[in-house]
């Protein structure tokens, strides 16, 4: 049996400005609008991926956000060109990194927070 990747799928408190974020900042394209359930959502190809995003349902209680750690899903990780042109990027734009760019073996690595505190790591292979 083969397993490959095929997508990821967010729940957000807001729709919009998540989809405003992957489209406008990351480049991504939304692909449809589309009901998750009985949830809004919207579908996004991020130069591949697939990241299905959609707010709660009716019937759904949500606990927590992605301020908190926890077990399961911790970060989102992109790999870029150059760390350091999208720290500036990323920075001048008004997002906050709590890790700069550094460098661990094999990598360039940088950690910010996203919309709703969705953390995502930058990573340019060296």
């Known amino acids: 049996m083969i397993y490959r990747f095929h997508h990821i799928h967010l729940i957000c408190k807001e729709l919009e400005p998540m989809i405003s974020f992957f489209t406008d900042v990351l480049n991504a394209k939304l692909v449809a609008r589309q009901k998750f359930g009985t949830a809004d959502g919207a579908s996004i190809d991020l130069q591949g991926t697939t990241i299905n995003l959609r707010v709660s349902r009716e019937d ?67």
């Open 60 to 126: 759904e209680k949500m606990v927590g956000d992605a301020s908190e750690s926890r077990y399961g899903f911790d970060h989102i990780g992109l790999e870029v060109e150059d760390v350091d042109a999208a720290h500036t990027d990323l920075t001048r734009r008004g997002f906050s990194f709590f890790i700069p760019p550094r460098d661990i073996p094999n990598l360039r690595i940088a950690f910010f927070k996203g919309p709703e505190d969705i953390t995502i790591e930058l990573v340019q292979p060296r």
